[in-house]
């Protein structure tokens, strides 16, 4: 999964479009890390989250990892969970 926070068709927020060029080090996830995440984090919170979000996720922790720990990262989950992301999520990853 890439992205950088669209709204879907290609269509970004403003604050986004204008910010987008600064982002050098994208993060990339395939499907099944991103679905483990979620189900990871289910069990970890009790809490679902969607794709983007445990994207995000992935993203902050590789991140944090990088600054070390002195440093704080911050996240938006921006989805919640559908039904078919859990169904595709139960079905793919054990």
Not at 42 to 64: C, D, P, Q, S, W
Request: with cysteine; net charge negative.
């Amino acid at each position: 999964m890439t992205d950088t926070g669209g709204l879907s068709y290609s269509i970004k927020q403003h604050f986004v479009e204008e910010r987008e060029v600064e982002i050098t080090q994208p993060s990339i996830y395939s499907c099944e890390e991103v679905l483990r995440e979620m189900k990871r984090y289910h069990n970890e919170t009790v809490m679902k989250i969607g794709t983007f979000a445990a994207a995000n996720k992935l993203a902050a922790r590789a991140i944090a990892k990088r600054f070390g720990t002195n440093s704080n990262v911050v996240t938006i989950f921006p989805d919640a969970e559908s039904p078919e992301e859990w169904a595709y999520a139960n079905e793919m990853v054990d």
